[in-house]
T-cell receptor, first 109, second 116 residues
Framework: AQRVTQPEKLLSVFKGAPVELKCNYS??????LFWYVQYSRQRLQLLLR??SRESIKGFTADLNKGETSFHLKKPFAQEEDSAMYYC???????????FGKGTKLTVNP | DVKVTQSSRYLVKRTGEKVFLECVQD?????MFWYRQDPGLGLRLIYF???????EKGDIPEGYSVSREKKERFSLILESASTNQTSMYLC???????????????FGPGTRLTVL
């Protein structure tokens, strides 16, 4: 069965500090991993996907198959990064996503 | 710009009522999804539709049904609402994947349903 674990419900950092949101997954095949973000009073939207290997809003995430992890990182957090972050997994070619329980990030001034 | 709209932002119903949540997308997407979002539980898939009149149960279908009579519209039905169905309901759509390509899911603004 596919499972996504986000061990931190809440994460609080100061502006300018590095931030890492953890995501671990359980899946025997080759997964596709994603991070979705929901800012206050906005709809849920895709932040980035591992296949594209891009940096979005200063965030990066590397798929580590050995550790079955897909942690989201940013070297210098900004207040506007405060949001709810969800890690999600899809089997290759599958239409469906399995979401983690989410991590609420607060960046303090 | 992909637009997914949901019929109500807030809804208050009484236990036992039949409740309809409507979702419309304007990008000709084949796939549509209904999730519920609860604090500490994340997003859980209720139902998924990959074509008109086609549906597939998600992880928590009990107490819900769906209808997809037109490609752009996907309805979630609570046959007899109960207090434990108080939640935020999110609709999403995506184009059909091809091969190993994944297509982004686009979400609506959500409907906060309270069942008294």
């Amino acid at each position: 069965a596919q499972r996504v674990t986000q061990p931190e419900k809440l994460l609080s950092v100061f502006k300018g500090a590095p931030v890492e949101l953890k995501c671990n997954y359980s899946y025997s095949g080759s997964p596709e991993l994603f991070w979705y973000v929901q800012y206050s009073r906005q709809r849920l939207q895709l932040l980035l996907r591992h296949i594209s290997r891009e940096s979005i809003k200063g965030f990066t995430a590397d798929l580590n198959k050995g550790e079955t992890s897909f942690h989201l990182k940013k070297p210098f957090a900004q207040e506007e990064d405060s949001a709810m972050y969800y890690c999600a997994l899809s089997r290759g070619g599958s239409e469906k996503l399995v979401f983690g329980k989410g991590t609420k990030l607060t960046v303090n001034p | 710009d992909v637009k997914v709209t949901q019929s109500s932002r807030y809804l208050v119903k009484r236990t036992g009522e039949k409740v309809f949540l409507e979702c419309v997308q304007d990008m000709d997407h084949e796939n549509m999804f209904w999730y519920r979002q609860d604090p500490g539980l994340g997003l859980r898939l209720i139902y998924f539709s990959y074509d008109v009149k086609m549906k597939e149960k998600g992880d928590i279908p009990e107490g819900y049904s769906v209808s997809r009579e037109k490609k752009e519209r996907f309805s979630l039905i609570l046959e007899s609402a109960s207090t434990n169905q108080t939640s935020m309901y999110l609709c999403a759509s995506s184009p059909r994947t091809s091969g190993d390509d994944y297509n982004e899911q686009f979400f609506g603004p959500g409907t906060r349903l309270t069942v008294l």
